[in-house]
């Protein structure tokens, strides 16, 4: 019911736009979230927006390169990634909920999207 698109293998200080897209049903009213697991460790917050978009809480490591957006009439939201850094590199996987907080905390998220690699090369 997620999908998350865009990932690939770009070169560090490049930019990369993630997509994730809903289908099966509307998260209109729902927070969505990205998070991102990179091999050996486990997965961590990178950036949320709830409904209303106004809320955009972001990780230390991301904040000020990462973006966050949401189209609401598409279902879809988006993670602008720019001056990416080699240890941006995991799999990004975006989810959903009806409680925002879980979509900030990671815990017991009711939707979660299959992963989109991104790797990042120095």
């Known amino acids: 019911q997620l999908q998350a698109s865009g990932g690939g293998l770009v070169q560090a200080g490049d930019s990369l736009r993630l997509s994730c897209a809903a289908s099966?049903?509307?998260?209109?009213?729902?927070?969505m979230g990205w998070f991102r697991q990179a091999p050996g460790k486990e997965r961590e917050f990178v950036a949320a927006?709830?409904?209303?978009?106004?809320?955009?809480p972001y990780s230390d490591p991301v904040n000020g390169r990462f973006t966050i957006s949401s189209n609401i009439a598409k279902d879809a939201v988006y993670l602008q990634m720019n001056s990416l850094k080699p240890e941006d590199t995991a799999v990004y996987y975006c989810?959903?909920?009806?409680?925002?907080?879980?979509?900030?905390?990671?815990?017991?998220?009711?939707?979660w999207g299959k992963g989109t690699q991104v790797t990042v090369s120095s």
């Open positions: 927006i709830n409904w209303s978009g106004d809320i955009r």
């Open positions: 099966g049903r509307t998260f209109s009213n729902y927070g």
């Open positions: 989810a959903a909920d009806s409680h925002f907080r879980k979509v900030v905390d990671g815990r017991g998220i009711d939707y």
